[in-house]
Structure formats: structure tokens, C-alpha cells
């Protein structure tokens, strides 16, 4: 699976009519497939796509009246604090430099969280996203994206992972580390200063050599 990374939208030309999960093929508007820079290190997963990511077909996509300092913040404002995404570019459209977007489900339904199947008729999509990008860090955004790229790749006994403790921390992987997250529209404002302050200091390391060391 080749990328084409003259657009940021599915760069891997993954099926946009997926019928996997019948429920929601009714719910959806589209498939919301990954988005961003192939070549990224720093790779961020989230449950399910938000209301306007379904709309527009990118993740963590949140509407305007979201996206002030006054009510939360939104991944993309951290993003452009850490010189991640251009601040200047649509709102619709980030251009994103070394981050990768993705989901662990690709549907919505709009008044219910995926189940453990939907899930799973998801994986192989983000298998293949991860696989391809071979990204050095993942980001999981959320208690469920924790819960199941710490099962799937670290070797962390599922027991010892909870959201609230691992914010802003890292933990080893199979072949990357994790640095989990939680939702920004969640994150108290110490939240977000204690992720942003941590992920500043990764990557100001040698992250790029630090594959296998134990973290934890």
C-alpha cells in the first residue's frame, strides 16, 4: 500500500465506502480515514471520529466554537503551540508537519460510543496505518485508545494502565513509546501545561534512538 502524500486526507487510499460495521453505515456521513504526514514520528490515535471530523473526513476535527482558549482547548491548538501544525493554515485543513491523526474506529454514530466490534472491524486499518508510518511515538488520546494500543502494543499488563496516571507520561511500546492523553476538551489546565511541558522535552531527546529502552 503506497501513500500518496500530495494530499493529507487517506494519504493510503483506504476503502471509503467500508460496510464492515451495517449500524453504522446508517449513522455516518463518511469514512474518516487518517490524516496527515506519512513520514511522522509522533503519531496520535482517538476513539471515533468528533461530529465535525464526519463531516469534513479529518480527525480530532472540533467546531469553531470549540476551539477557544475560554472553553477547553482542542488538539490542534496544542499542536500549533508545539510547532506541529501551521497555525495560519484552515481550519478544515492543517497542514500538519510530523504528526500523523487517526481513529481507532473510522464511523460515527452520534449518540453512542463504538463497540468492542466496531473496534475490531476497525484494527486492521489502523494496523496498516501504524505498520506503513512506523511512527516513533503514539499518542493515545482518551481512555479507550490507552486501553487498547496498550493491550496491542506494549508490554504493560493492561492492569497498570489508567489514563489519569499515565498522562503526560511515557511508557514503552513494541518498538515506539506511548505518551497517553487525555481528550483535550477534558484536560484541566494543569492537564494540558503538564502533557505540552512533557512532549517539549521529548522531543528536544534523542527519541529517534531510544527504541527498547525501558521507560517504566
Not at 106 to 124: S, Y
Not at 149 to 173: F, K, M, N, Q, W
Not at 187 to 205: P, R
Amino acid at each position: 500500500m503506497d501513500a500518496n502524500q500530495q494530499t493529507r486526507a487517506n494519504p493510503y487510499g483506504m476503502d471509503e465506502d467500508c460496510r464492515n460495521c451495517p449500524a453504522l453505515c446508517e449513522t455516518r456521513t463518511q469514512v474518516v480515514h487518517g490524516y496527515g504526514d506519512v513520514g511522522a514520528d509522533f503519531l496520535f490515535v482517538g476513539e471515533r471520529p468528533t461530529a465535525r471530523a464526519d463531516e469534513v473526513g479529518v480527525p480530532f476535527l472540533v467546531e469553531d466554537s470549540e476551539r477557544s482558549d475560554e472553553d477547553g482547548t482542542s488538539l490542534r491548538r496544542m499542536l500549533e503551540r508545539l510547532g506541529l501544525c501551521d497555525a495560519t493554515s484552515p481550519a478544515d485543513r492543517p497542514e500538519l508537519e510530523n504528526v500523523y491523526l487517526t481513529n481507532l474506529t473510522r464511523c460515527r454514530d452520534p449518540d453512542r460510543k463504538p463497540t468492542d466490534g466496531e473496534i475490531g472491524n476497525c484494527e486492521p486499518y489502523l494496523n496498516a496505518e501504524i505498520r506503513m508510518i512506523n511512527p516513533e511515538i503514539i499518542v493515545p488520546v482518551g481512555e479507550r485508545a490507552l486501553a487498547e494500543i496498550g493491550v496491542e502494543y506494549t508490554t504493560t499488563p493492561v492492569e497498570e494502565l489508567a489514563l489519569e496516571s499515565d498522562h503526560a507520561t511515557t511508557i514503552r511500546g513494541r518498538g515506539f513509546e506511548l505518551v497517553p492523553m487525555v481528550e483535550p476538551r477534558e484536560q484541566t489546565d494543569a492537564q494540558t501545561q503538564a502533557w505540552l511541558e512533557h512532549f517539549v522535552e521529548l522531543m528536544a531527546s534523542d527519541y529517534r534512538q531510544t527504541k527498547g529502552r525501558q521507560k517504566r
